[in-house]
């Protein structure tokens, strides 16, 4: 018994590292989807994001398309690398930055290279993008504002930093994510679910079909459209009324508690932070110490109730009926 021990064990390890190693690589092919890998190409697909609507349904917030370029810097071959500024307008000095910094992201992965083309641009540099190896083009959504009030409501949408990205793994450079009002609160639900495509390519490099006919790809799921409890054309009444003053509104149904109206101001139009001029608008109104347009009075600031309080003391004396509606007080200019 003792003699045959020790080869039965070494005949069964055997068996099962060989069992493991054929399951690894000829049954279970799902980790090759992680991989790096030269011969498997990702590509994401964006959903639109969900629209916003006002409580009597009218539309406040669509989208529109837009596209970025996208570099993947351990493809590039042969840039002309004036050409492609000259076309794109851009100095050879940015081309050499978005490289670099994409390279310190990762060589192997897309990363964005110039964002939000117009559709001018797009069809531009679309008609050569052949010649410039490593780049492709990516079609994303952003904001196309149908009012011009409520900046402070919605927020605003931007494109994910180092540390988001570290912090929540479904984002990808490139990706929007919401921030600040009803875009960040709702943020999950609002944005959808990327789709993505895993491409085959051979050993020249070239695109040559879905990998394993597309078992693992997954297709976009659009955004989900929210309804707000404001109304609309009341904000646009109420921003009226604050036109170069400071100050706040918020206008709220009793019965319900519902905001109405969120008013701030000073404010913005809230399509000024759409578009390749985004960050210099942010900025100057960042840098704004005087108006502070990103300040949102109506909800951060804090101010003496004043006079208007007497209405609430005055209900409150109402209804513990030690006043009625001909009680009359001496006002003296002052308490004391």
């Not at 917030?61 to 993947?72: E, K």
């Not at 109206?261 to 759409?274: E, F, G, M, R, W």
């Amino acid at each position: 018994m003792r003699k045959i021990l020790l080869p039965a064990l070494i005949i069964a390890a055997a068996v099962l590292i060989i069992a493991r190693l054929f399951y690894l690589q000829i049954l279970d092919d799902s980790y090759i989807k992680k991989s790096e890998n030269n011969a498997i190409k990702i590509k994401y697909e964006y959903p639109e994001r969900g629209y916003i609507y006002d409580r009597h349904g009218k539309l406040m917030v669509a989208n529109q398309p837009s596209y970025d370029i996208m570099v993947t810097p351990k493809e590039m071959k042969d840039i002309d690398t004036l050409e492609m500024c000259r076309l794109l307008n851009i100095t050879k000095g940015y081309f050499v930055d978005r490289v670099e910094k994409a390279k310190v992201y990762s060589p192997r992965l897309p990363s964005v290279f110039l964002p939000q083309l117009n559709k001018k641009e797009f069809a531009a540099f679309q008609e050569k993008i052949r010649r410039f190896k490593g780049f492709d083009i990516v079609k994303r959504s952003l904001r196309d504002y149908q009012v011009n009030v409520g900046a402070n409501i919605f927020g605003y949408i931007q494109q994910v930093n180092d540390a988001i990205i570290k912090k929540q793994p479904y984002y990808k450079s490139g990706d929007l994510i919401g921030k600040q009002g009803v875009e960040e609160m709702y943020e999950e639900v609002l944005r959808g679910v990327k789709g993505v495509r895993y491409i085959q390519r051979d050993r020249f490099n070239r695109e040559i079909g879905s990998f394993k006919d597309g078992i693992y790809d997954t297709i976009a799921v659009q955004g989900e459209d929210i309804t707000l409890t404001i109304d609309a054309e009341l904000q646009k009444y109420g921003e009226a009324l604050m036109f170069e003053k400071r100050g706040g509104i918020v206008a709220i149904e009793p019965k319900t508690g519902e905001i109405l109206a969120l008013v701030t101001a000073p404010s913005y139009d809230p399509a000024i932070l759409v578009g390749r001029e985004r960050s210099k608008n942010y900025t100057a109104m960042y840098n704004d110490t005087i108006a502070m347009p990103l300040y949102d009075r109506g909800l951060l600031a804090e101010y003496p109730p004043g006079s208007p309080f007497k209405i609430l003391t005055g209900l409150i004396g109402l209804q513990e009926e030690v006043v009625d509606e001909n009680s009359t007080f001496i006002c003296h200019h002052g308490f004391s």
